[in-house]
């Protein structure tokens, strides 16, 4: 009699997680990199790296061996999904004069482009990243990137973005574009950060 | 002329205390980029219909019907997109890249998804894991497809 409790139970949880099966697909990205997956079931790994490359993972049987989905499978199982991704982020690299909060003349002539795609996005999710070359000491040039992400957050402004939807960030000489020893100018990175979300 | 000093002292260290709470409270981890309706947003008990530049919280419960959407971009650039049909409860999110402190924990429990990675994953690719009432997942990049029927 006490049994019963325990079998029905049993065929409950039976019941239960036996409707559930999980698929999962490793794909492109939207550079064509294709990355790597893990997939653990009650212990047992596997791990998927191929593209296009699926497993489905019931709650009973064991998972079943990897297979490679066609474009069609993916489409028909996904089309909703992934037609309706937002579009990747944006970023526009602007580049300064040397000690300066002056943007070089090509940088200048691209912020009607960025500002552009912020009203064709109606985008409210904005960051402008200051950074410095390695020339000077370390405080000053993160106290001058965060000028510089000031100057294009002020240009952004003048343009009729809203002011609440961009975020600023100073990363001074610690991330540079292209790395350099101590002291070494580098004009590429003398620069903002632009990305529209 | 001493009491003062001393209101004055307190009053910072209030202010000093709460600070960080507050700026914790108030920190979003990413916003609603695109959404067809119906997509809902369950938080602190409330219902929040989704819409474009909605800001998200960390253990937000993200709900669609049969014709929702919800695209989400996060703050390391990380994109998902909820199908429609679908529960999403994004349990754990963390991104600080200056500290390289990371952690994306979701858990899909019907529905389907798409994840493209961002700065997290490429910073430190075992922090991003998705959870299914039958599979655990590490997603180590870059564009990933999960459905749970």
């Known amino acids: ?197 | 002329m001493n009491r003062l000093i001393q209101i004055l002292f307190f009053s910072l260290m209030c202010l000093l205390l709460t600070t960080p709470l507050l700026a914790e409270k108030s920190a979003y981890i990413g916003k609603v980029a695109k959404v067809s309706p119906d997509a809902m947003i369950l938080r602190d008990g409330q219902t929040l219909v989704a819409n474009k530049n909605l800001e998200i919280f960390a253990n937000d419960l993200f709900q669609t019907g049969p014709t929702g959407t919800l695209g989400i971009i996060f703050r390391d650039g990380t994109i998902l997109t909820i199908g429609p049909s679908s529960e999403f409860h994004i349990r754990d999110y963390v991104f600080v890249p200056l500290e390289k402190k990371t952690s994306f924990l979701g858990r899909m429990r019907q529905g389907s998804l798409s994840y493209i990675s961002g700065a997290m994953g490429r910073m430190n690719p075992d922090s991003v894991r998705i959870e299914t009432p039958t599979a655990y997942l590490g997603l180590r990049g870059t564009k990933v497809l999960v459905q749970v029927d």
Do not use: W
């Open chain 1, 1 to 197: 009699m006490k049994y019963t409790f325990l079998l029905a139970s049993l065929l409950g949880f039976l019941l239960l997680a036996g409707c559930s099966t999980t698929r999962v697909v490793l794909v492109p990205d939207p550079d064509g990199k294709v990355g790597k997956i893990e997939v653990v079931t009650r212990g047992e790994s596997q791990v998927l790296d191929q593209a296009g490359e699926s497993v489905t993972v019931g709650s009973l049987l064991p998972p079943a061996e990897p297979t490679i989905l066609s474009q069609e499978e993916i489409d028909s199982r996904f089309g909703s999904t992934l037609q309706n991704e937002p579009a990747p982020p944006t970023t526009y690299i602007l580049q300064f004069r040397h000690d300066s909060t002056e943007l070089t003349t090509a940088s200048a002539g691209e912020l009607p482009a960025a500002v552009g795609l912020i009203n064709r996005r109606n985008s409210c999710y904005i960051v402008v990243a200051g950074h410095t070359d390695a020339v000077g000491d370390k405080a000053y040039n993160t106290e001058l990137s965060l000028r510089r992400a000031n100057k294009v957050r002020g240009l952004l402004i003048e343009q009729g973005v809203e002011a609440r939807c961009i975020e600023t960030l100073s990363y001074g000489e610690n991330d540079p574009l292209i790395p350099t020893a101590d002291n070494v100018a580098e004009p590429r990175n003398r620069r903002v950060e632009l990305v529209v979300r």
